[in-house]
């Protein structure tokens, strides 16, 4: 649709926001490229949400210097508003009014015709699952249904751009598939996507790139597999009660992986970088220790954690993590991988 | 060629009149929005349609005997004019505490992240609740009817009464706007709510002639807005003196007039400075 020279559907340059005398965004620099996703990664308080609230014409930047799909938010931000979708982690939608209601309301505000809200907005029910549930108030809905209908709403008309700030904060392990899922599908149609998220593995799994923002600025870029690579990839764990069998343990899982096994002698316990092939390796290590003849106890493979991602980009573990929200990513994703 | 060195789209932007119809639309489809909520949810008729309804006979049951009113038709026509516009600026509580709900929700913030008009949020608002307000008070009109009140200046009167009843109520609006925009936490702004609006209408002549409060009382009490406009419309509804050129109804018009004038921009800039 937009007349533009560029690849780039988002082109971000020197973005500057203060508010008094925090600054939130130190001169933030990145561009993404038509149809794929970028995945902004960061702790609490990191500048994430800022920078999605610039970009999508909330807030004025400072300085610096952001065009969407060859608009510039500050001075066509009209124009950017028609060509983008946002969806966050406060939904729009009225818990009162039905699925349906929602929907319908944010295609009228978003002008399209009468003719069209309709039809459009019976296929996104029926797309985002919501269907049977599409005449009833959003407040009997579950978390899950409230927040693909909210981003149902969001992309009600068309958007070229979406903007997903932390889709699946406050979702137990299957409302986060489930919106994976559906992620997956939106990209599938040429949609371009900046996601925010606080886990790691949500960015491997959905994001082409990944930037990580740290204190207002992009401390780190890069494919999925550079960054877990620079992390190390997942790590595997195990305990040897028998302090003979150490040595046999140790040679058994060498092979594994391109990194050697540390062991620490003392607690008995061996760690294994394997890379981004874990489960493969967890299934490999299991059956060479055994042909070893080598007793373990809590094997387990350990996904790099943002906090792991800090640590090895930064040297300081991840600040103003919210509770339990960066620690608790490990518990989900060892779900997915297992 | 990058677009960041390349030239920007200009593409030829809506017309005046384009985006003067689509103001009109977002404010329509704001206002349904508004409406079928309040329909939807019990506790929000309760509160805006049945407390006023008690507040009639309260007053008209328990206090009435007690209250000697001047004027015909005893108490209750007295009253009635006064619970109306007591209603009336009640029924702002609604507009503060969910423009209050909005911003502190983010969902003005997506509203703004989509091409409607920046205007529709608080025009729906202001209209939805104007609405709210005119079906109440004519369930509160049946009410009244029912125990004992009449129109007593014929269907002008009655007609202009409600008019001012709505103008006065908008205007409360805005105020109510302003606090739900600026203090934006939902108890605060119930509570703010309460510190301001109670007074105003108590220490009226909405309930009682002022002539029974104490003298240093009267003296606000007689010169401040919520007595004009009740005066106003008691002149209105029961005649008065030189109806309907009543000096009240200019009065508590220009008070109204000057309101507004403060407190629509004031809405406006606090909900352009939500987030």
Not at chain 1, 216 to 227: F, H, K, Q, Y
Not at chain 1, 273 to 299: F, I
Not at chain 2, 58 to 86: D, K
Not at chain 2, 142 to 171: K, P
Request: glycine share 10%.
């Amino acid at each position: 649709m937009a007349l533009t020279n560029s690849d780039f559907a988002i082109e971000v340059s020197a973005l500057h926001k203060s508010f008094g005398k925090v600054h939130a965004l130190r001169g933030i620099d990145f561009a993404v490229p038509r149809g794929t996703v970028l995945g902004m990664l960061g702790p609490n308080g990191a500048g994430k949400t800022t920078a999605v609230r610039v970009l999508t014409t909330l807030l004025r930047p400072d300085s610096g210097r952001i065009i969407i799909e060859g608009y510039d938010v500050v001075r066509d931000a009209a124009a950017v508003r028609r060509r983008i979708g946002l969806a966050g982690q406060a939904t729009a939608i009225q818990l009162e009014l039905t699925g349906r209601e929602n929907l319908e309301i944010m295609g009228r505000l978003n002008h399209m015709p009468r003719s069209s809200v309709k039809g459009r907005a019976a296929e996104l029910l029926e797309r985002f699952e919501i269907a049977d549930a599409a005449d009833r108030p959003a407040k009997t809905y579950s978390g899950g249904m409230q927040r693909r209908l909210d981003l149902a709403a969001s992309l009600i008309a068309e958007p070229s751009v979406l903007f997903l700030d932390e889709p699946t904060t406050g979702l137990d392990p299957y409302g986060r598939l489930g919106m994976w899922d559906i992620i997956r599908e939106l990209v599938g149609r040429g949609t371009t996507l900046l996601l925010t998220t606080q886990y790691l593995e949500e960015a491997d799994e959905l994001a082409n790139t990944i930037v990580v923002v740290d204190h207002g600025e992009v401390i780190a870029s890069g494919t999925p597999d550079r960054l877990k690579d620079q992390v190390g990839g997942d790590l595997l764990e195990f305990t040897v009660p028998d302090r003979a069998q150490l040595d046999d343990a140790v040679r058994a899982v060498a092979g594994l992986s391109d990194a050697a096994p540390t062991g620490e002698t003392d607690a008995k316990r061996i760690k294994v970088p394997v890379g981004s092939g874990g489960s493969t390796a967890l299934v490999e290590a299991v059956r060479r220790l055994d042909a070893a003849g080598v007793v373990t106890e809590d094997l387990a493979l350990h996904r790099p954690s943002l906090d792991d991602v800090f640590l090895a980009v930064t040297g300081h573990a991840a600040e103003a993590a919210p509770d339990g929200a960066a620690k608790g990513q490990k518990s989900p994703a060892a779900g997915v991988a297992s | 060629m990058t677009a960041i060195a390349g030239p920007l789209n200009t593409r030829a932007r809506p017309s005046a009149a384009q985006m003067a119809r689509w103001a009109i639309s977002d404010s329509l489809v704001m206002t349904r929005r508004n409406l079928l909520v309040w329909l939807r949810v019990p506790a929000y008729i309760v509160f805006t349609v049945v407390q006023p309804v008690i507040f009639v006979l309260l007053f008209r049951y328990v206090f009435g005997g007690a209250i000697h009113a001047p004027g015909t038709g005893g108490y209750v026509s007295y009253l009635m004019p006064g619970i109306i516009g007591q209603t009336a600026a009640f029924a702002t509580f609604a507009t503060a505490i969910a423009l209050a709900q909005e911003a502190t929700k983010g969902v003005i913030d997506r509203f703004r992240a989509m091409p409607m008009a920046r205007s529709a949020v608080l025009a729906g608002r202001l209209i939805a609740d104007s609405i709210r307000m005119l079906i109440v008070i004519l369930v509160i009109i049946g009410v009244g009817y029912a125990v004992g009140f009449r129109f007593q200046n014929g269907v002008a009167g009655a007609v202009g009464m409600v008019l001012l009843a709505e103008i006065f109520g908008i205007t409360i609006c805005s105020v109510s706007a302003f606090v739900g925009l600026v203090i934006k936490d939902e108890e605060s702004v119930q509570a703010f709510g309460l510190i301001w609006i109670f007074p105003l209408t108590f220490v009226s002549s909405a309930f009682v002639p002022i002539a029974t409060m104490p003298g240093w009382l009267q003296v606000f009490a007689n010169d401040q807005p919520v007595t004009l406009v009740i005066n106003a419309m008691r002149a209105m509804a029961l005649g008065g003196p030189a109806f309907p050129l009543n000096p009240s109804l200019w009065e508590s018009l220009l008070w109204l007039a000057g309101i507004l004038i403060v407190f629509v921009p004031l809405a406006v800039w606090s909900y352009r400075r939500v987030g």
